[in-house]
C-alpha cells in the first residue's frame, strides 16, 4: 500500500524558519518524482514545486511565490522528501501535502506563520 | 504560466443530475489534465488524468474528455457521495497550475 507521511508542521513566526518531511513508503520512492502542494484555509490549491529522481539529476522547480525562499530535497536511502521553508510570510500558512505525481498525496500537514 | 479557469464555481444539484464541469487552459496544453475531488478536511483524490483516463478504483460515473484548451469532467448521475469541490490541474509545462475548484452541493 503507498503511503505518504507528512510531518513537521507547526506555529512560526514571520521570518522563521520550518523543515517538513515527507516520510514514503509501498512504491519506488528513488525512481519517483515528488511534489508539493499547499492549501490555504478555505482556498484553492497551488502547487509549491518538485524534485525528480537520481535519474532526473535532481531536478527541482518551484513557484514563483517560493523561489529563493523554499528548498525541497529528498534522502533515497530514508525514502523521504524534505521542504525547507526560509523567510516565512503570514501568507504561506497552509495545509502542505506531499504527493507522487497526480496519483499519491499524503494527509497533510499544518504550517501557521503567526507573531 | 499556464492559468486554468474552471466554471462554474459554485454549482447545485439534485441526486441524479448530470453535472459538467468545465477547464479551459489559457493556452494549449495537449491532454496533460488531471482533475481531483475533495472533501473537506481531506487530501484531494485523483479522478481522471491524461484528460479522459480514468483513475483505478474511481466509479464509471466519472468521466472526462477534452484537449489543448478546453475540459470537462462529466458526472452521469451525481451520488450522494460525490458533493466535493472538484480541481483541474495542467502537467503541460511549469509551473503546474490548479483551476479554482468547483463546489457541488446538494439542492
Known amino acids: 500500500e503507498v503511503q505518504l507521511v507528512e510531518s513537521g508542521g507547526g506555529l512560526v513566526q514571520p521570518g522563521g524558519s520550518l523543515k517538513l518531511s515527507c516520510a514514503a513508503s509501498?512504491?519506488?520512492?528513488?525512481?519517483?518524482?515528488m511534489h508539493w502542494v499547499r492549501q490555504a484555509s478555505g482556498k484553492g490549491l497551488e502547487w509549491v514545486g518538485r524534485i525528480r529522481s537520481k535519474a532526473n539529476s535532481y531536478a527541482t522547480a518551484y513557484a514563483a511565490s517560493v523561489k529563493g525562499r523554499f528548498t525541497i530535497s529528498r534522502d533515497d536511502s530514508k525514502n523521504t522528501a524534505y521542504l525547507q521553508m526560509n523567510s516565512l510570510k503570514t501568507e504561506d500558512t497552509a495545509v502542505y501535502y506531499c504527493t507522487r505525481g497526480v496519483d499519491y498525496w499524503g494527509q497533510g500537514t499544518l504550517v501557521t506563520v503567526s507573531s | 504560466d499556464i492559468q486554468l479557469t474552471q466554471s462554474p464555481s459554485f454549482l447545485s444539484a439534485s441526486v441524479g443530475d448530470r453535472v459538467t464541469i468545465t477547464c479551459r487552459a489559457s493556452?494549449?496544453?495537449?491532454?496533460?489534465l488531471a482533475w481531483y475531488q475533495q472533501k473537506p478536511g481531506k487530501a484531494p483524490k485523483l479522478l481522471i488524468y491524461a484528460a479522459s483516463t480514468l483513475q483505478s478504483g474511481v466509479p464509471s460515473r466519472f468521466s472526462g474528455s477534452g484537449s489543448g484548451t478546453e475540459f470537462t469532467l462529466t458526472i452521469s448521475s451525481l451520488q450522494p457521495e460525490d458533493f466535493a469541490t472538484y480541481y483541474c490541474q495542467q502537467l503541460n509545462s511549469y509551473p503546474v497550475t490548479f483551476g479554482g475548484g468547483t463546489k457541488v452541493e446538494i439542492k
Open positions: 509501498g512504491f519506488t520512492f528513488s525512481g519517483s518524482a
Open positions: 493556452q494549449g496544453i495537449s491532454s496533460y
